[in-house]
T-cell receptor, first 116, second 115 residues
């Protein structure tokens, strides 16, 4: 089954304790991205990756890091989480073939993070 | 930058009634527009998309949307609401930096179906 898998789905942590949210897709997609969803703000892009070893900032990258060492995986790293990073996080992936635009993102089920 | 505005954060309709969710976009170039649906505790899934072909776009589960350039609108409709349509709906516009298939989302509309 084609899917984007995120872990953990739920996490409560404390300020300053490093954490990683993993994301894996089995569709051989080149493009991957992280969004955060907050009430009244919709979804905002954190980071994206066009391919292995190619990453760039989205609209709200502060406090986050990513890496793309393998095509299927795109972990989101919070080096020193703070309460304002309490949010619902989504990983998404998409085809990208020679610059053609598909417009369809495939989303994971989300990871709800609470930072105390 | 492109943006979308969804009018009404909460919409309630009776089962069997017309569903109308409003979305207006701001774009300096012909946009790609999308509607996504989010069911409780799930990720978003694509309902339908407009990519400059037909202005009336049909999607899954009986939903459709009409692109109206003169009104900069892309409203989502369904003739007869079903209980299973209860979800949150997001309108989105593409903001195509080369290689970044970023979608700019609206703030969402939560649809409640009244039995």
């Amino acid at each position: 089954e084609a899917q984007v898998t995120q872990n953990p789905r739920y996490l409560i942590t404390v300020t300053g304790k490093k954490l990683t949210v993993t994301c894996s897709q089995n569709m051989n997609h080149e493009y991957m991205s992280w969004y955060r969803q907050d009430p009244g703000l919709g979804l905002r892009q954190i980071y994206y990756s066009m391919n292995v070893e190619v990453t760039d900032k989205g609209d709200v990258p502060e406090g986050y890091k990513v890496s793309r060492k393998e095509k299927r995986n795109f972990p989101l790293i919070l080096e020193s989480p703070s309460p304002n990073q309490t949010s619902l996080y989504f990983c998404a992936s998409s085809w990208q073939t020679s610059g053609s635009y598909t417009g369809e993102l495939f989303f994971g089920e989300g990871s709800r993070l609470t930072v105390l | 930058a492109q943006s979308v505005t969804q009018l009404g954060s909460h919409v309630s309709v009776s089962e069997g009634a017309l569903v109308l969710l409003r979305c207006n976009y701001s774009s300096s170039v012909p946009p790609y527009l999308f509607w996504y649906v989010q069911y409780p505790n799930q990720g978003l899934q694509l309902l339908l998309k407009y990519t400059s072909a037909a202005t009336l776009v049909k999607g899954i589960n009986g939903f459709e949307a009409e692109f109206k350039k003169s009104e900069t609108s892309f409203h989502l409709t369904k003739p007869s609401a079903h209980m299973s349509d209860a979800a949150e709906y997001f309108c989105a516009v593409s903001d195509i930096d080369f290689g970044n298939e970023k979608l700019t989302f609206g703030t969402g509309t939560r649809l409640t179906i009244i039995p």
